[in-house]
């Protein structure tokens, strides 16, 4: 796959409300999303919050895979995690993956919102295939990234549409599908 990276973004998000807030990390999310990024070729996978302490929860975490115990219970679980990267906000994603790169990324962001402005999985597909550029991929939790961040965004793409009228898988199971959809896997 071409140069993608994933960002997991607490902040800034909005609750039920339209609340621009901070959400809290939830740890399946981190080792669910890292397998999907692992299993579909995913450069790297940046958990995003200001929080001090639950970004230190996770390099709790991430120790236990990558040293502790964990290591040689599942090495596959290890590999995965290897991914991770914290930051905290959207802008340090930007800067260390320019760093690495040697480009700015393009900018990704999903939503289950509807809009005129979304693009299909495939057309999203085609462009990654042929763009010199790395693509960051934004995924929202809480109720999704706030107006200004996917204003903000180059591309967004079209919300992940199930066979019935509720919408509201879990940022775990929406990753998943939607790497899915891009990579033309499925």
Not at 17 to 25: E, I
Not at 134 to 156: C, I, K, N, Q
Request: glycine share 8%.
């Amino acid at each position: 796959m071409a140069n993608l990276y994933v960002a997991l973004v607490h902040h800034p998000v909005i609750d039920k409300h339209g609340t621009v807030v901070t959400t809290s990390v939830t740890i399946i999310d981190v080792h669910d999303i890292a397998r999907s990024c692992r299993t579909y070729g995913v450069k790297g996978f940046y958990v995003v919050t200001p929080v001090d302490a639950l970004r230190g929860l996770v390099r709790r975490v991430l120790r236990h895979w990558d040293e502790g115990f964990g290591s040689t219970y599942n090495p596959n679980r290890s590999e995965a995690l290897s991914l991770v990267r914290l930051q905290r906000d959207i802008e340090g994603v930007i800067i260390d993956i320019e760093a690495l790169e040697g480009r700015l990324p393009r900018i990704v962001a999903t939503s289950a919102r509807e809009g005129d402005d979304r693009v299909s999985y495939e057309a999203f597909r085609s462009e990654l295939a042929v763009s010199p550029n790395p693509w960051l991929l934004l995924l929202g939790t809480g109720w999704g990234l706030t107006e200004d961040v996917l204003r903000s965004a180059e591309r967004r793409l079209e919300p992940v549409r199930g066979v019935s009228s509720y919408n509201h898988l879990s940022v775990r199971a929406a990753a998943a599908v939607i790497l899915d959809r891009i990579t033309g896997s499925g």
